[in-house]
C-alpha cells in the first residue's frame, strides 16, 4: 500500500478574516502545481477499509468512535474554501441560515458531476442557504476528486462555503444533516444479481455504521446507489441510533418517467398530472400507479379510457425507460438522476401541495396499506416541508393494483432474505425470483 501523507498548503500574502489552510490524506504520488508551499509528514497507518460482511443474528455493532487530538479539530477543507469560511466577518451573509453539512458519495461520477453544481448555485437548498459540501469517493478516484473540487472552486458559487474530499466515510460523514450515496458498484459481464446485492451491501452497510458512528443524529439519507431499496434497508440496518424514518431510496426518477408519459398521451404539460406512485422496488416490477394518479385534477381513468395501453404499454414504458434511453444515447441517464435526487430533497424540504403526493422509498413498517414490514418500499408520502414525511392515507386500489404490488412486494422480500448476513438477520439465502434489474444497474 502507498504510504499514506498529511499535506498542508499556504497561501502566502493573503489578508483574510479566517485563515486556515489545506488538509488532506491521500498517497505520496500526487503531485501539485510549483507555485504552493507544501509540507509533508506520513500519517499514522489508517483504519482498515475492508468490510466484514458477517454480523451476528439481530446485532448489528458500530466501531467505537477514539477521540484524538486531530479528530476534536473542525476537518479542514479544499483550497479557497477554507480562506472564505468566516461568514460572521462578511456583511453581505448576515441574512444567511445557519450552514449544512451535504455528504455525497460517489462524488466523481456522472451523477453527482451534476448534482453538485445544482447543490452550490442554491438551487435545492435555496438562495441564502450557505453549505459544505463533503466528497467521498475512492482510492482510484480521489484525484477525480480534487478536479471536482477545482471546478467548485472556479464556479465562484457564493454559498458554497466549504468542500471536503476524501475516502473515509468516518471522516467524510463527521457532522452531515444530508447524506446522498451515489456511489455503487456497476453490474459488469456475468455479475450475479446476488452477488451485485452482496458486494453493495457491504458498501452500504460500512456507510451506515459511519454515519451512526459521526453523523447528525438527525441526518437524512438517501441511497441513489443500486440495488437502492435494499442497499437503504442495509444501511438503515448498520446505524440503529438514527431514525429508520430518515432514510430514503431513490424511486423519483421513476416517478417522473410516469408523469411525462402520462402527460404525453394526455396531450397535456406534465405539470398537469400530480398524485403519481410508484410502488415497490426501483426494479423492473416497480409500479406505476395510474389508478391513483390524476390529470388537470381529474382521475387519470377518466381523461385517458386506454385501460389496455396504462396496463401494459404505459407500465413497460416507465419500467424500461433507463434501457431504451442507453440504447438511444450510450449512457445511462445521469442528468435526470440528478434532476430528481434535487426533487426528492425538496419535496421533504417544502410542503406538498394541498392535496397532492410524492414517491419515496421509505421503512414499511407503521404503513397503511398492508404491504409487509420490515422492508424498504416506494409508497405515497407527504411533507409539512420539515424534512420529514407522513404515509397517504386516502389511497384507493383495485385488484390489478394489488396483483402488480403483490409481486414487487415478493421481489423485495427475496433480497432482503439474500443480504441477511448484512442486517443482522442471520444466514442468507438467495432465492431471487428473476433477473428483473434495471438497465442503469449494469
Known amino acids: 500500500m502507498a504510504a499514506m501523507t498529511e499535506l498542508y498548503v499556504s497561501y502566502p500574502n493573503t489578508t483574510l478574516h479566517s ?25 499514522p497507518p489508517t483504519r482498515n477499509k475492508l468490510v466484514s460482511c458477517s454480523i451476528a443474528p439481530n446485532q448489528i455493532e458500530s466501531p467505537p ?66 453549505i459544505a459540501l463533503k466528497l467521498l469517493g475512492s482510492e482510484r478516484s480521489l484525484q477525480a476528486l480534487e478536479g471536482v473540487a477545482m471546478e467548485l472552486e472556479d464556479s465562484l458559487f457564493p454559498l458554497l462555503r466549504e468542500v471536503s474530499i476524501g475516502i473515509d466515510p468516518y471522516d467524510i460523514f463527521q457532522d452531515v444533516e444530508w447524506a446522498l450515496l451515489i456511489g455503487a458498484k456497476p453490474r459488469g459481464p456475468g455479475l450475479e444479481r446476488a452477488d451485485l446485492l452482496d458486494i453493495n451491501g457491504q458498501i452500504f452497510a460500512e456507510q451506515g455504521k459511519a454515519l451512526n458512528a459521526v453523523a447528525s443524529r438527525n441526518v437524512k439519507v438517501m441511497v441513489v446507489g443500486n440495488p437502492c431499496n435494499t442497499n437503504t434497508l442495509i444501511c438503515m440496518k448498520n446505524a440503529p441510533n438514527i431514525p429508520a424514518k430518515n432514510f430514503h431510496a431513490l424511486t423519483r426518477l421513476d416517478e417522473n418517467r410516469a408523469k411525462c408519459q402520462l402527460a404525453l398521451k394526455a396531450g397535456v404539460f406534465y405539470d398537469k398530472v400530480s398524485n403519481m406512485t410508484i410502488w415497490g422496488n426501483h426494479s423492473t416490477t416497480q409500479v406505476p400507479d395510474f389508478l391513483n394518479a390524476r390529470i388537470l385534477g381529474v382521475p387519470v381513468k377518466e381523461i385517458i379510457k ?137
Open 65 to 130: 468512535t477514539v477521540l484524538t487530538d486531530d479528530s476534536k479539530k473542525k476537518p479542514e477543507c479544499y483550497g479557497v474554501f477554507c480562506l472564505t469560511y468566516d461568514l460572521k466577518a462578511e456583511d453581505e451573509t448576515k441574512s444567511w441560515k445557519k450552514l449544512i453539512n451535504i455528504a455525497v458519495s460517489g462524488a466523481a461520477g456522472m451523477i453527482s458531476n451534476h448534482l453538485l453544481f445544482k447543490l452550490a448555485s442554491g438551487e435545492v437548498f435555496g438562495p441564502d442557504q450557505p
Open 19 to 43: 485563515q486556515s489552510q489545506l488538509h488532506f490524506s491521500y498517497s505520496s504520488t500526487t503531485h501539485f502545481s510549483k507555485h504552493r508551499r507544501i509540507s509533508i509528514r506520513t500519517l
Open 306 to 442: 386506454d385501460t389496455k395501453w396504462l396496463e401494459e404499454e404505459f407500465t413497460e414504458k416507465v419500467q424500461k425507460r433507463g434501457g431504451v434511453l442507453i440504447q438511444k444515447w450510450g449512457r445511462s441517464s445521469a442528468a435526470s438522476t440528478a434532476v430528481s435526487i434535487v426533487d426528492a430533497i425538496k419535496s421533504l424540504i417544502t410542503p406538498t401541495p394541498e392535496g397532492d403526493w410524492f414517491s419515496s422509498g421509505v421503512y414499511t413498517n407503521g404503513n397503511p396499506y398492508g404491504i409487509s414490514e420490515g422492508l424498504v418500499f416506494s409508497m405515497p408520502c407527504q411533507s409539512k416541508g420539515d424534512g420529514d414525511y407522513e404515509f397517504v392515507k386516502n389511497v384507493i386500489f383495485d385488484d390489478y393494483l394489488r396483483q402488480r404490488i403483490a409481486k414487487t412486494e415478493a421481489e423485495l422480500m427475496a433480497e432482503k432474505r439474500c443480504v441477511a448476513h448484512l442486517t443482522g438477520e442471520g444466514i442468507a439465502v438467495c432465492d431471487l425470483p428473476g433477473d428483473t434489474m434495471l438497465p442503469g444497474e449494469m
